[in-house]
């Protein structure tokens, strides 16, 4: 069985939760706390020496990093995948964007402005650069899903999972939403797919990597 080592509250955590859940295969959460520094403990370090969260770690004690890769392997075989080369090429076109243009701006606009607000301060003025560069970023992909459905066209999968992930808590980072209609309703949309979960839900039935000790 997959164990999936997770923070709460984290958008890149939630894409490998959302991907097994909706694919209805068996896993394990085992919950790390990261504002108790635990992804940088000897012993999480020991399981994963990028030091972060999500973690995957196979049935046969395989572990992957980076949560878009672990979507290429939870969604093997399975209708979440691109369906062609080129719809493969595109699927991690915007992967690498939702990496390079959406998630390093929306996740510490949100962490610093909504999750630790009192870590924010004294940072207004690069949160408020974090806030503005995502927006470009959110322009962009408001453009693409204006005549979509989905990420790829009409076929929901793995591409939808990596870009929602973080784009689907913009609102916490205090990005006016109302700004991108197209990706409101692509939002809505992928909240419609058969199996969805809430963020809200990541860490229910979890374990604690601390309580356990697990190293893997
Ligand atoms: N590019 C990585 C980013 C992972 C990442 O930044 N994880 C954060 C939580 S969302 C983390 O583990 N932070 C704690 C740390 O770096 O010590 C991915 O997509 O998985």
């Known amino acids: 069985m997959y164990k999936l080592y997770v923070t709460r509250g984290s958008g890149n955590c939630f894409k490998p939760f959302l991907t ?17 520094g635990e992804t940088r403990s000897p012993e999480f370090l020991s399981l994963n020496s990028a030091g972060s969260v999500p973690y995957l770690v196979t049935g046969e004690g395989q572990g992957v990093g980076e949560s878009n890769a672990m979507l290429w392997l939870i969604a093997d075989g399975t209708d979440l995948m691109p369906r062609s080369p080129l719809e493969r090429a595109q699927s991690l076109q915007w992967m690498f964007f939702e990496q390079s243009k959406l998630e390093p701006m929306i996740s ?104 356990r000790g697990d190293t893997g």
């Not at 999750?115 to 962009?140: D, H, N």
């Open 20 to 36: 097994l859940s909706q694919l209805e295969i068996p896993f394990q959460v085992v919950e790390v706390n990261v504002l108790e």
């Open 108 to 211: 510490p606009a949100r962490f610093l402005g909504h999750i630790v607000p009192e870590r924010g301060v004294g940072r207004e003025a690069e949160i408020a650069s974090w806030r503005q560069r995502a927006a470009t970023g959110l322009a962009t992909l408001d453009a693409h899903l204006a005549d979509r459905h989905f990420m790829l066209g009409d076929h929901y999968g793995i591409t939808d999972i990596a870009v929602f992930g973080y784009v689907h808590v913009s609102d916490e980072a205090s990005i006016d939403m109302d700004r991108f209609p197209a990706v409101k309703a692509w939002m809505a949309r992928v909240e419609s797919t058969p199996g969805f979960k809430p963020l809200s839900t990541l860490c229910d039935g979890a374990i604690a990597f601390s309580a």
